[in-house]
Every structure is written in structure tokens, then in C-alpha cells.
């Protein structure tokens, strides 16, 4: 194996043309030279100089070696200060999968401060529900993941491969028209809205809505579902039905029209950031995690 200290020897050797010149120009000894010389050339297998008398003159192959040394050794330096940057926080990018209520909430808090304390830094965003979004990390399409999961959940995710951050717990909230007969109240058991057309969320979030209100007794009759927030509030607003959403949705929007009540019995869902072990020790995806905990603390 050729190591880059035996290829600044040799380059040095070459630039001067004797061991002792090589030695004071790299600040070590002439036998320290001659050593490393005779293991490069042991490691290459084949004589890299001609030594005759005091004067040292390349073979062919140490002519074609010293050709490349440059270009190795430079490209070993840069590599060497790109990973300096990166360590440093000077550089680096990180690609982030969020589901649409995170992206409109945590994520824009988190990725500001992440620019202002290190701006050279890159974040790049797409949105992916859970657990396509979990996929994703897996399959190395993304650095970290947000997702969530419902605590009621008649099968709870568990991801024991990856590094959980949590971050917040996200209540769910009904959603009734103005005017409506419990409009005015501050919470609403779930199985009062039985009678009630309903309008459902993303796919995941419908599950959960039809698994909570046939714990409690009935069946929904969903007669809208879009996986838009803002559609789901806007229906809720034009009388056309009654809908659960979580807190973090109803925060993303400000919804005309609505009533939000709290429903009981409580259904939440834990909103967690996710990585693979190794990259949860690249700089940039630490700070990144650390600065989403610091949105979702606020």
C-alpha cells in the first residue's frame, strides 16, 4: 500500500536530489529519508531511484510515480480540508423528510436557527408521510426523517435500527363549524359526533379516526377525505361535516369558520425525529436534531 507520507518523501527527494536536502527541506533526518524511500519502493516492488555516488535520479517508475504524487497528495488535501469544513460545521448538507403539518411548523423554526448559528450548512426539504418517510432513511434517500406515531395505535411503531429523538406530543382536537350544537363547548367525547358526516384526513390519520370511533362505538361516515389540512378546515367551516386533527395540523393554518374543541377520551400522537446510527454522528445532522428539539420546545 503506498502511504501519502512515502509520496512527499519522494517528491522531495526528486525536487532536491539527495536524501540529506530531502530531509532539511521535509525537517527530518537523511536516515529517516533513506527508510522511508526503501519501504515506498518494498511497497511498490519495484526500484523508484538510482543511486550513484551522491546524486539520486528517478527509474522510469519513479518518474511515473512522482507524476502522480502531485495529484494524489492535492487531492488528499482537499479531501482532507472538506472534511475539516464538514467536522467544523463550516460545510455540509443534510436532506430532511417531513410530514406536512411538521414541515409548516417545526421545521421552518428549526432550520433558520440551524442557518443563522451555522450558515454553511445546507438543508435540503421534502415531504413523505410516515412510514414512506421511514423507508426512506432506510433506503438512504434521506438524512433524517420526521414522523409520528399514535400512542393508541392498535400496532405501535417501533424503528429499534434507528436513533429516536423525540420531540413533542401531539394532541388530537375536533374540528365542528361555527354555530354548531357543541360549538360553545371546550371538549366533546368523541362518541358525540357519531350522527355526524365527517371529513377525514391523510391515510394514516383515517386510520386512527375509524380505530377511535369504533372504540367508542361506531362507524364514521367520512363523505370527504383529502390529505390537505387547509381542505379539511375549509370543509369544517362550510357546515359540511365535523373532523379530528392534531394540534400541531390546526397550528399550520388559520382556520375561518371553526371551532376546535378537545375530544376525550384524548388521542395523541408522539411527533419524533429519526436517523441511522452512523449519521447521527455527522456534525451537521446532530446540530440539525438538536435545533428541531429546540423548535418543538417552544
Known sequence: MIEARHLRVLRAVAATGSFSAAGRELGCTQPAVSQQMKALESSVGTPLLIRTG????????????VRHASGIL????????????????RAGRVRLVSFPSGSSTLV???????????PGTRVSLEEAEPPRSVEM???????????????TAAV????????????????????????HR???????AIGELADEPW?????????????????????PRIDFATDD???VMGLVGAGLGVAVLPELAVESVRPKGVRTLAVEPAVRREIVALTLPDLAQVPAVAATLDQLAVAAAR
Not at 357543541?182 to 366533546?188: I, K, Q, R, T, Y
Request: charged share 25%.
Open 137 to 151: 432513511l432506510r433506503e438512504g434517500d434521506c438524512d433524517i426523517a420526521l414522523a409520528f406515531r399514535y400512542e
Open 199 to 219: 371529513i377525514a384526513g391523510c391515510p394514516r390519520c383515517r386510520g386512527q379516526l375509524v380505530e377511535v370511533c369504533e372504540g367508542a362505538g361506531f362507524v
Open 108 to 118: 421552518p423554526t428549526a432550520l433558520a436557527a440551524l442557518r443563522a448559528a451555522h
Open 74 to 89: 492535492a487531492g488528499l488535501t482537499a479531501a482532507e480540508e472538506e472534511i475539516a469544513a464538514i467536522a467544523g460545521l
Open 182 to 188: 357543541l360549538g360553545a363547548a371546550d371538549s366533546v
Open 156 to 179: 405501535v411503531e417501533e424503528w429499534p435500527d434507528l436513533v429516536v429523538r423525540p420531540l413533542l406530543t401531539d394532541r388530537l382536537v375536533g374540528l365542528v363549524p361555527e354555530g
Open 229 to 231: 389540512y387547509p381542505a
Open 54 to 65: 551522491r546524486e539520486m535520479r528517478l527509474t522510469q517508475a519513479g518518474e511515473a510515480l
